[in-house]
């Protein structure tokens, strides 16, 4: 991945998260907090926090679970509830079932634009999943919130993010990803037009670097069955419907059949699970239902 992606930050860019929140609303069961927070030194992280009232009123710890969003022009603000997309509510309906949720910005878009390359990264993709790490510190500060075992949940961009920042990140135990991924060789038939700079996987905000296997698209050092076999033993939840145009959902099952295995060691092929709804690139409400249980089950 870091041949890629770029090399994963160290110590060095853990500083102190120098928390500072710009602003808080009462949202009757919940409290959702705007806040930025030293992700690194010379960058601030974005993110919204949602707080569930029981969470605060209550000795008991919640769990913490790290809501990522997908591409869209509004960002975070789509899944605490601040867009017109109910599909993409996850932060919300999870923070009125008990959570503790964090819903931090991608680098590169809405209002969150770090400078790349003065901090030293060669992707998007690293950028985030270091803020989504430094996210899971600033979870763990917090009194209210249990340490080291927590949730992951994200549609489309947020898909992926997911599972990204789990690979790195064994703090995570469960983790949802909803029209995250296909195999990079089936990515939209490998088409030569998808498959180039500042297109698809090769955009900045992504891995730009996936440019040099355009023409060669099986010599990329990863694919997608390998990231989810180094997920287990963990829980992991695909969402994977049937009219999804973006990622294909005969090419998830194929990653989930080769990952498999890797479970099976583990004697926990139950913990990867794929479900293929019959509808377009979305998160229906059934879906994230059965992804809440398996949060319930494994985090409570």
């Known amino acids: 991945m870091q041949e890629v992606m770029g090399p994963l930050p160290g110590k060095e860019k853990r500083c102190p998260l120098d928390v500072k929140v710009e602003e808080e609303v009462d949202c009757g069961d919940y409290v959702r907090r705007f806040l930025t927070y030293a992700s690194e030194p010379g960058s601030r992280a974005p993110a919204y926090l949602l707080i569930p009232k029981s969470a605060l009123n209550s000795k008991a710890k919640a769990p913490g679970i790290l809501c990522l969003h997908q591409t869209h022009s509004l960002g975070q603000k789509v899944v605490v509830g601040l867009g017109n997309s109910p599909n993409d509510q996850y932060g919300v309906e999870l923070a009125r079932r008990g959570y503790v949720c964090l819903a931090p910005a991608y680098p590169l878009l809405a209002n969150y634009q770090p400078d790349l390359n003065a901090l030293g990264y060669q992707s998007g993709t690293m950028k985030a999943i270091w803020d989504n790490l430094r996210g899971l510190d600033l979870l763990e500060s917090w009194p209210f919130v249990k340490r080291g075992k927590f949730g992951a949940i994200g549609h489309s961009l947020g898909g992926h993010n997911a599972i990204f920042t789990a690979v790195f990140d064994e703090r995570i135990k469960v983790i949802v990803s909803s029209c995250g991924f296909d195999s990079f060789s089936d990515y939209y ?112």
């Open 189 to 300: 038939g490998g088409d030569p037009g998808v498959w180039r700079p500042e297109r698809g996987w090769c955009q900045t905000r992504y891995m730009p670097r996936l440019a040099q296997y355009v023409g060669r698209l099986t010599e990329i050092p990863f694919d997608f069955h390998e990231l989810i076999g180094a997920l287990a033993p963990r829980h992991v939840f695909v969402n994977a419907p049937l009219g999804d145009t973006n990622f294909k959902w005969r090419s998830v099952d194929a990653v989930v059949t080769a990952a498999r295995p890797v479970f099976e060691l583990y004697h926990v092929a139950q913990n990867l699970r794929v479900e293929h709804p019959d509808c377009g690139h979305l998160f229906p409400p059934e879906m994230r239902q059965m992804a809440y249980k398996l949060f319930d089950e494994n985090l409570k």
